[in-house]
Structure formats: structure tokens, C-alpha cells
């Protein structure tokens, strides 16, 4: 059975960093790519970035994703981080990984290309 498991979400204040991690299991981490996307209330769900297991990636949505957040992974662990710097109150959102099948190079943060979503974990940050 897939199964991605988004942990590390909760209420921080402004200026704050978070790290989350996206546990994967059921599928072969080897040949995936893992992004993570968010959806704030009220808009659409965006990618913010990826990274595939056979490629030294990762891959950012746009410049802006790129200052404060930062995707790495331990392949040991099948589990891929996003750490967020500086949180913003409009960094509030849930925040998803997925997963794309059969990846033997770069990945893109677009979310029509992923086969399977986790559940989210909700990110809430305070003024």
C-alpha cells in the first residue's frame, strides 16, 4: 500500500522555521520523485518544489520558493524534508507531498504529474 505521511505542520509565530517531513512507503523510492505543493485558504493548490531520487535536483517552483525553502532527503529513510524559513502569515496553508512514478531524472513541482497525495499537515503562522 502507498503511503505518504506528512508530519512537522502546527501554529509558529512569524519568523519562525519549520522543518516537514513526507515519510514514503509501498513504492519504489528509487525510481520517484517526491514534491511538496500547499494550498492556502481560499486559493489554489501551488507547487513550491521537488526532488528525485536518482537526480542531484532539487527543483524549485520560482526564485521566490527558493530563498526560503529548501528540499532535501534521506533516501535511507525514504523520507523527504521541506524546511521553511522566515514563515510568513501567508505561508499559511496545508502543506502536501506526492509522489511521481517511474522518475529517472529531473522532476518538475507541477501537480498534474504526481500519481499519489498524502494527507497535508496544516501550517498556521501568527503575526
Known amino acids: 500500500e502507498v503511503q505518504l505521511v506528512e508530519s512537522g505542520g502546527g501554529l509558529v509565530q512569524a519568523g519562525e522555521s519549520l522543518r516537514l517531513s513526507c515519510a514514503a512507503s509501498?513504492?519504489?523510492?528509487?525510481?520517484?520523485?517526491i514534491g511538496w505543493f500547499r494550498q492556502a485558504p481560499g486559493k489554489a493548490r501551488e507547487g513550491l518544489a521537488c526532488?528525485?531520487?536518482?537526480?542531484?535536483?532539487?527543483?524549485y517552483a520560482d526564485p521566490a520558493v527558493r530563498g526560503r525553502f529548501t528540499i532535501t532527503s534521506d533516501n535511507a529513510k525514504k523520507t523527504v524534508y521541506l524546511h521553511i524559513t522566515s514563515l510568513k502569515p501567508e505561508d499559511t496553508a496545508v502543506y502536501y507531498c506526492?509522489?511521481?512514478?517511474?522518475?529517472?531524472?529531473?522532476?518538475?513541482?507541477?501537480?498534474?504529474?504526481?500519481?499519489?497525495w498524502g494527507q497535508g499537515t496544516q501550517v498556521t503562522v501568527s503575526s
Open positions: 509501498g513504492f519504489s523510492f528509487d525510481d520517484s520523485a
Open positions: 506526492a509522489v511521481m512514478y517511474n522518475v529517472v531524472g529531473p522532476c518538475i513541482p507541477h501537480q498534474g504529474l504526481y500519481d499519489y
Open positions: 526532488k528525485s531520487s536518482r537526480d542531484d535536483g532539487p527543483y
